[in-house]
């Protein structure tokens, strides 16, 4: 109690004379009138504001109650046994009515227009997403890397309600590098996360994106996980206030929630016997990985992973790399059980292109068995594989020599698995052949609404 007085004291300061601090408990009375006065006042200079020149607001607030005292100055004449006098009174009642609505309508706009960064043009967007894109399934979407962030950046367009949990277990570059100064997990793939669900302004992304050249004393680090780890601190190393607090500043659509706040490392146990840890040495070209894990093992999803999971309409499982994306947040303790004791639509999104030292070799159905074994038989009830024939000489040249080929869509074996399989060309190829955003949203759209899950 003490400690509020002073504070209220400090506060006003230079309200209070030398007279009233001499004073004890005759002294706080006064001081509590100064505060009582200090508040009427900016509340009074707070209203005055409503009523200056220019933001077009005393304009149409006067006309509504000049339309009001037409109204009903025509009322009067409403009951008079003249019927000319009767007939103008209505007249007059309509002029009134008229001119009350115009007034309205327009300090409706006169409002929106003040208060929306944007001003009107945003208002349809606005709605669109609040009310339109808020009836959207519940959609989870788990994995990493930028197989996740490109599916989020189409998908945010048909829901809201998205959550995208993301692997932590990131240790290369600058990601790796925050983790062995500042303990704490990896921030890049949520970083890119939240900035495909981003709805600030494009220079926002832009600017979390950012990466710092080679020759600053900052080389290879990036804006947003710099800014992340920054937030971290700030909140007590809680990591998901951080990004429940970056959220907030690029106002995303959705909620990004990492698999796990424990700081964790990969493990490949390899079909030679060899064991090797940390995520950026696990791809070994030649040598099949038997099994993957985490370090420590006795690691725990968030509960905020958990809930989303049990509330989910639809589960998305990819795309990513299949062991160093996808399979991190499948293998911690309760992660699978938990999305196959759901009562969602639960598809896999299979990759279109091998990957050197993870999945040489392998087709859909093996990238399929490999989830499978890590996790449990019902984890997934349907896969989503690409079709499309790829003819692109030079970019698939490129893919060859880095022993990267397409994947095979090995329909009859899937459905032997008791998958249910849907095939689609989902692929866009420019540098680089990748699943095309749109493509890829659209072929889940109809694989969601065909399992009825939508109800808008």
């Not at 925050?178 to 704490?184: D, K």
């Amino acid at each position: 109690m003490a400690h509020g007085k002073a504070g209220r004291v400090r506060i006003l300061d230079e309200d209070v004379n030398d007279e009233q601090r001499s004073h004890g408990a005759k002294g706080t009375g006064q001081i509590d009138t100064v505060i009582s006065l200090r508040a009427l006042r900016t509340m009074s200079n707070n209203f005055l504001k409503w009523l200056y020149p220019g933001i077009q607001i005393k304009r149409w607030i006067l006309t509504s109650l000049f339309g009001m005292g037409v109204f009903w100055l025509g009322s009067n004449f409403t009951t008079s046994s003249y019927h000319f006098v009767n007939v103008f009174g209505w007249i007059i009642v309509l002029c009134g009515f008229l001119l009350t609505l115009l007034g309205m309508l327009k300090l409706l706009v006169s409002l929106i227009t003040l208060f929306l960064p944007q001003r009107e043009q945003d208002l349809v967007n606005i709605l669109y997403q609040k009310r339109y894109l808020e009836r959207g399934p519940k959609i989870v979407a788990i994995g990493g890397g930028h197989g996740l962030s490109n599916l989020l950046l189409a998908l945010k367009e048909y829901t809201s309600n998205i959550t995208a949990i993301v692997t932590v277990a990131d240790s290369g570059g600058s990601s790796g590098r925050l983790r062995e100064q500042f303990n704490i997990v990896a921030p890049g793939d949520i970083r890119n996360c939240l900035v495909a669900l981003a709805d600030a302004p494009a220079l926002m992304g832009q600017l979390f994106q950012y990466r710092f050249p080679e020759k600053s004393e900052l080389k290879g680090h990036n804006f947003g996980n710099l800014f992340l780890t920054a937030l971290y601190e700030v909140a007590e190393r809680d990591f998901q206030e951080a990004v429940e607090l970056t959220s907030k500043v690029l106002a995303i659509r959705g909620r990004v929630i990492p698999s796990t706040v424990e700081s964790v490392h990969l493990v490949a146990r390899y079909t030679d016997g060899q064991v090797t840890e940390g995520e950026a040495s696990i791809p070994r070209p030649g040598v099949g990985i038997e099994r993957l894990y985490l370090n420590p093992q006795e690691v725990a999803p968030t509960q905020e992973a958990l809930d989303a999971i049990a509330d989910a309409d639809v589960i998305i499982v990819g795309p990513g790399s299949l062991y160093t994306s996808i399979l991190p947040n499948l293998v911690i303790k309760g992660m699978a059980d938990a999305i196959a004791s759901t009562q969602a639509f639960r598809i896999y999104v299979c990759n279109v292109m091998t990957q050197m030292g993870e999945t040489e070799n392998f087709s859909a159905a093996d990238h399929l068995k490999v989830i499978l074994k890590h996790t449990r038989k019902d984890l997934v009830n349907a896969i989503l594989v690409n079709t499309r024939e790829i003819d692109a000489p030079d970019a698939l040249a490129r893919y060859k020599r880095e022993n990267s080929f397409p994947i095979r869509a090995d329909i009859d074996v899937i459905d032997e698995m008791g998958i249910k399989v849907f095939a689609e060309d989902i692929v866009g190829i420019q540098d680089y052949v990748r699943h095309d955003s749109h493509k890829l949203t659209q072929a889940l759209i109809k694989a969601i609404e065909k399992n009825r899950v939508i109800r808008r």
